[in-house]
C-alpha cells in the first residue's frame, strides 16, 4: 500500500511538472522557510504532500494545503482566495494551511494585485480549482470502493457512500486521486450551499503578524547577504554627473560604492517599467545602518538631466515620450496647467448639442478642482533581494506584479525567464506603487554587479521622494440649468500632468442630454503611476463635489438628484458606452440613505456629506458625519454602502472598507506632495502628514448589498468617494466649499509634526 | 565598535557593534529579531515600537550605548505563544491588513496597558497617536484595545 502511494505521489510530481511547462514544479519545495510559516495551527505536519492540483495538497493523514495565487498587500487574499478552492473542495476550513505559490503563470495565471482584480480574475477558475480536486477524490473513491461516481459524496474532507456504509478521508485517496487527470468544466456548487464562502474567517497569517514572524520582504534574508542603497539625485529632472567615494568607503562596513544604469540607452520599456533616475550610484555594506551612514559621506556633484526622450511600449502599444528637462515647482506647474485649460482640448465624448445649451441657458454654474501629487508611502519602504549568478538570477521581495516584471529582468539582466525565479513576500502596503518593479531590476543589477547576495533598501526619504506619485490633476465640471433650474448640459474638461484623471462613459455621461467631456496632458519629469483607484481617486471628489453644488443649486436634495439621474440613465439613457450600472449605483445611495438616516433630524449635530462612485466594477456610497473638536472640523462618523457582488469574507471585507475610508480621509485633508524647484519638499513623516489614531473617525459602519454577482474588487472602489463625501460635509461646517486638496490648507489646525520617541 | 551585553527578552545577547547603531538595527540585522520593523528611522511612525523596562519606545532613535543594563522586551518576546491578551485581541477583531505596522502597534498598547489597564478612549488616543497605519486599521485597533483591556 505505502509502495502505491508513492508510486502516484511520483506521477502527480511528473504531472505538475508538466504542467508548470519546465519551470517550477512542486511549489512547496521552493518556497522559503518563513512562508512556510503561513500554518494556521503553527503544527509541524507529518507525512508526505500529495499535489492533486496545482492549488491543493494533502497529505495521507487528511492534512489540506491551499495555494495562494495571489500577492498579498493587505487586501487579505491569502485568506480569502483559499477560502474559495476550500469551499468547493468541501473540506474543514479550520483544517486548511495556506501558503503563498511560487511565481509562475502557467500554473498560477495572472498573480497580479491591482485594479481590484484579484477576486475578479479568480473566483472562477479557484471554484473550478476546488471542484476539479474534489471530483478527482471522488473518483479516486469510487474506483476503490467498486461503487458509481455519483454515489460517492463529500463533507469536511471526508468521503462517503451511503449504501455500503463505506467511508474515508481524503488523505486515505489522496495518492490515487494524483493519478486521475485534471477533470476540466467540472460545476461548482450552487450558491445556495455555501458553507464558507460568505462567512468571516479570520486572517490566516493573523498569529504570524502579531507575533513579528519574517513575512516582509525587508525580513528576507540569507547567509552571506549585503544591503545595497541607492542614492538618487535630490530634484527631478537632475542626474549624476561625478562623484568622489573616498570618505565612504573609509566607513565601518562599507564594501563597494559604484555606479551602473537601470536600462541601456535607447532601450524600450515596459507598460509598468519606470526610470525615475537611470544612473543608480550605489552603495554596498555589511548592515543597512553603515551603509546609511556612509551614504551621507558620498561627494557627489548632480547636472540637469535636460530634456531626454523614452521609447515606451505599454503592452504592444509602442510611443515616443520626450520628458521635459525644466526643474519644476507645483506652484508654477498649477499655473502651467491653469493656462493650458484655457485651450482647446482632446474630445472624450459628445451627446446632444452642449455648446447651443450652454448658449442657452438660464444659468451656468463652474468649477474647478484640483488635485496634488500624492505618494503612496507604504508603511514597508521599497525594497527587494537579489542574488544573481551567470547560471540564475532569485529574487524575493514585495511586488505587485511579478509577471510584469519578468521580461524587464530578462532584458537588463539578459537572462531567460526561465533562469529567473521571484518569491513573492507578504507586502507592507503597495497602493499601486508595487506593480512597479524597478525596485527589483535595481537589486539584481547590483547583485550581478557585487557577485553576492544582496537586499537593496530603500530609506523612507528615498521613498518618499522617487516618484511614481498620483499625478497633478486638475478638471473643471460646467452645468446649464434652464429657467426651471433643470439640468440641460453638463461639461468637463480636465487635466493632467503628465495625465488627465476624466473616464468620460462615468456617470453623469447617459444622466444629461447635453455632455461633452474633454481631456488634455502636458508633459512631466516627474514619475507618476497607479495610487489606489487611479483617476477615480481625483475624479471622485471633483465630480462628486460638483454634483453636491449643483444640486445645492436646483434646490434639490444632493441623494435625490442623484437617484433622480440614475433613473433617466436607466430609462432612457443617452449615448452608448456608459459603463456603469444604475440600478447598482442607485442601490448603493438608497441603502447609505438608510442606514445613515439621512434627513433623519436626529442626526443635525452633524454637518453630513455624501458622495458615490463606481469603479474598478464595484459601487460604494458613503455618508461622512463632520463635527467640530477644538474648533477644528473632526470626521466623527461614516456610514458606508457597497455592492461588490458576492462578499466572501465579509469581516475582512468591513475591515477593508473601513481603510479605505481613513485612508480617504487622510488624504483628502493631509495629502499633498509639493515640490520645489524639482526638490520633494517632504520627505519623512516629520515632514508629510499623514492620517493619525486620533483623527479617524470614531465609528464606520459598513454594508453590503447582497446579491448573487460574481465578486468584484474592494480595495480601491470604496477610496475614491470618501474625497468627495468628505468635501460636502466640510463645505456644510464650515460654510465654504473645497476645491483644492489637500482640504486642511484652509484650516491649519496647527498640528506640529514632531519626533515621539517615547510613546 | 563596543560590545555589549544586551537583556532581552529574558536572555542576554552579546553584540560587537557601533555605540551609535540603533537599537531597531541591532535587533533586526545584528540579532536576526526582524519583528521590530523600519517605517521612518526618525520616531515619527512607531514601527519600530519596542519596550525598555516595560516603557514602550521607538528603537530607531535608542542608541544601544543607552541601553546599559535596561530590559528589552520585542514582539518576539511579549508572550511565548502569541496570547498576550493584546496579541489575541489583535486576532479575534481581526486587526491587520498588510500587517507591517502591527507589532509596533502591539507594543505601544501593550505597555499602556500595563500602567493603565483601564485606559478612557482619549487616553488610547493620546498612546497610539505615534503609531501610524497606512491600512487604516485604527478603529479595530482601539476596539482591540478596549478588547485586551478586560482582560489585562
Known sequence: MEKIKTNYSRRSFLKSTALAGGGLMISFSLVPEFLLAAKKNGTDLPGQWIELTGYVKITPDNNIKIICPNPEFGQNVMTSLPMIVAEELDVDWKNVIVEMGPHDNVKYGPQFV??????????????????????????????????????????????????????????????????????????????????????????????????????????????????????HPPAFGMKLKSFDASETLKMPGIKDVFNIKLYDEGSELGGFDIRTFNDLLVVVGNTTWEVMNARKKLNVQWEAAGETKETHNMFGRKMEVIIPGALESSDSS??????????????????????????NAAQVIERTYNGPFLPHNCMEPMNFFAHVTDEKALLAGPLQAPGWIEPTLSKVLKMPPDKIEIRMTRMG?????????????????????????????????????YGIYRPLYTATYRAA??????LIAFHVKGGGMPEHAIAANRFPAGAVDNYLAEGWELPSNV???????????????????????????????????????????????????????????????????????????????????????????????????????????????????????????????????????????????????????????????NRYRMIRFREAPKKIEVYFVQNDIDPTGLGEPPFPPVFGAVANALYKNMGKRFYDQPFNKDFSDGVNLKPQRKA | MATYNLKINGQTKQVDVDPATPMLWVLREHLNMPGTKYGCGVAMCGACTIHVNGSAVR???????????SEITTIEGLSEKGDHPVQKAWIELDVPQCGYCQAGQIMTAAALLRTNPNPTDAQIEAAMNGNLCRCGTYLRIKAAIKSAAKQV
Open chain 1, 334 to 359: 498649477y499655473k502651467m496647467m491653469m493656462e493650458r485649460a484655457k485651450e482647446p482640448a482632446t474630445l472624450l465624448r459628445k451627446d446632444g448639442d452642449p455648446e447651443t445649451a450652454f448658449k
Open chain 1, 481 to 486: 440649468l434652464d429657467a426651471n433650474k433643470n
Open chain 2, 59 to 69: 528603537s530607531c532613535q535608542l542608541p544601544v550605548s543607552a541601553i546599559g543594563t
Open chain 1, 114 to 231: 491591482g485594479g481590484s482584480n484579484s477576486m475578479r480574475m479568480y473566483w472562477k477558475p479557484l471554484r473550478e480549482a476546488g471542484a476539479a480536486a474534489r471530483h478527482m477524490l471522488v473518483e479516486a473513491a469510487a474506483q476503490t470502493w467498486g461503487v458509481p461516481v455519483e454515489e460517492v459524496t463529500t463533507k469536511a474532507g471526508m468521503l462517503y457512500h451511503e449504501k455500503t456504509g463505506k467511508s474515508g478521508k481524503y488523505g486515505d485517496f489522496a495518492s490515487k486521486a494524483s493519478a486521475i487527470p485534471i477533470p476540466k468544466g467540472i460545476k461548482p456548487k450552487d450558491l445556495k450551499n455555501l458553507y464558507l464562502v460568505r462567512t468571516s474567517r479570520k486572517n490566516v497569517e493573523g498569529l504570524n503578524i502579531v507575533t513579528g514572524k519574517p513575512l516582509f520582504g525587508l525580513d528576507y534574508t540569507q547567509d552571506g547577504m549585503l544591503i545595497a542603497m541607492i542614492h
Open chain 1, 527 to 685: 514619475t507618476v503611476g497607479a495610487f489606489r483607484a487611479p483617476r477615480s481617486n481625483f475624479n471622485a471628489v471633483a465630480e462628486q463635489s460638483f454634483l453636491d453644488e449643483l444640486a445645492e443649486t436646483m434646490g434639490r436634495d444632493p441623494i435625490e438628484l442623484r437617484l433622480s439621474l440614475l433613473k433617466r440613465a436607466k430609462e432612457n439613457p443617452v449615448g452608448k458606452n456608459n459603463d456603469y450600472d444604475p440600478d447598482r449605483y442607485a442601490a448603493v445611495l438608497t441603502m447609505v440613505k438608510e442606514k445613515s438616516g439621512w434627513n433623519n433630524p436626529e442626526h443635525k449635530k452633524y454637518s453630513r456629506g455624501v458622495a458615490a462612485y463606481f469603479c474598478h466594477n464595484s459601487y460604494a456610497a458613503h455618508v461622512v458625519d463632520i463635527v467640530k473638536r477644538d474648533g477644528q472640523p473632526y470626521v466623527e462618523r461614516v456610514y458606508s454602502a457597497i455592492d461588490c457582488g458576492i462578499v466572501i469574507n465579509p469581516d475582512a471585507a468591513a475591515n477593508m472598507v473601513q481603510g479605505a475610508v481613513v485612508d480617504g480621509i487622510g488624504n483628502s485633508f493631509y495629502g499633498g506632495m509639493i515640490l520645489r524647484e524639482g526638490v520633494p519638499e517632504q520627505n519623512n513623516f
Open chain 1, 429 to 465: 502596503g503597495g497602493f499601486g506603487l508595487r506593480a512597479y518593479g524597478h525596485y527589483l531590476a535595481e537589486a539584481a543589477l547590483i547583485s550581478r554587479q557585487i557577485k553576492a547576495p544582496v537586499k537593496l533598501v530603500y530609506s523612507r526619504e528615498d521613498d518618499m521622494t
